[in-house]
């Protein structure tokens, strides 16, 4: 069975400055996909970013941008300029055989 | 505009009260799924379909049922609330394949008093 590890239950980021969220994830699939989810608080979670387990390159969404490394089973994220509308829940999850597994989410406090 | 939709937004009901969460989407989606979440933020899988007259249990043991007659709607029934079941339900779907996200509702929070 998958899981997902998030081992930061809080992290707290000033303003205009970046912030790393760990993952870490146990499977025995090659082919497979991850993603990190937001949750801001009484509102839809939302994807931020998507990242192909055959893809080497790291996946970039503007502000948001992931460490990928396969072979330690690792998928960071990290958020540069912090804004506070990035204050949220943060959820990593893998996808294989189209469920996606959750982690217990890391939440993302901004400060000014 | 494409979306999922969830109602009532919050709800509180006495024990004992038949209960239907209601999850509409829009965008055509063959897979929907019901997830529990709680006080901890965890989320846990509680049923999905892959499609009409498809329903599965999902990895977290609920007394809740479901249906998917129609592929834009899959409403989750509690046929007896009682406490144990006050949480957040998410409801959510996605296109066929392993390489898309879900798109999520906004949640239907449920207090049974």
């Known amino acids: 069975a998958q899981t997902v590890t998030q081992s930061q239950p809080e992290m707290s980021v000033q303003e205009a400055e970046t912030v790393t969220l760990s993952c870490t994830y146990d499977?025995?699939?090659?082919?497979?996909?991850l993603f990190w989810y937001k949750q801001p608080p009484s509102r839809q979670m939302i994807l931020v970013i998507r990242?192909?387990?055959?893809?080497?390159q790291n996946a970039t969404e503007n502000r948001f941008s992931v460490n990928f490394q396969k072979a330690a089973k690792s998928f960071s994220l990290k958020i540069s300029d912090s804004q506070l509308g990035d204050a949220a829940m943060y959820f990593c999850?893998?996808?294989?055989?189209?469920?996606?597994?959750f982690g217990s989410g890391t939440q993302v406090v901004v400060t000014p | 505009e494409a979306d999922i939709y969830q109602t009532p937004r919050y709800l509180v009901i006495g024990t004992g009260k038949k209960i239907t969460l209601e999850c509409s989407q829009t965008m055509g989606h063959d897979k929907m799924y019901w997830y529990q979440q709680d006080p901890g933020m965890e989320l846990h899988l509680i049923h999905y379909?892959?499609?009409?007259?498809?329903?599965e249990k999902g990895d977290l043991s609920s007394e809740s049922t479901v249906s998917r007659i129609r592929t834009e709607h899959f409403p989750l029934t509690l046929e007896s609330a009682r406490p144990s079941h006050t949480s957040q339900y998410l409801c959510?779907?996605?296109?066929?394949?392993?390489?898309?996200?879900?798109?999520f509702g906004s949640g239907t929070r449920l207090t049974v008093v």
């Open positions: 379909s892959y499609g009409v007259n498809s329903t």
């Open positions: 999850a893998y996808n294989s055989w189209g469920k996606l597994q």
């Open positions: 990242q192909e387990a055959y893809k080497q």
């Open positions: 959510a779907s996605s296109e066929l394949g392993t390489g898309h996200g879900y798109t």
């Open positions: 499977t025995s699939e090659s082919d497979y996909y």
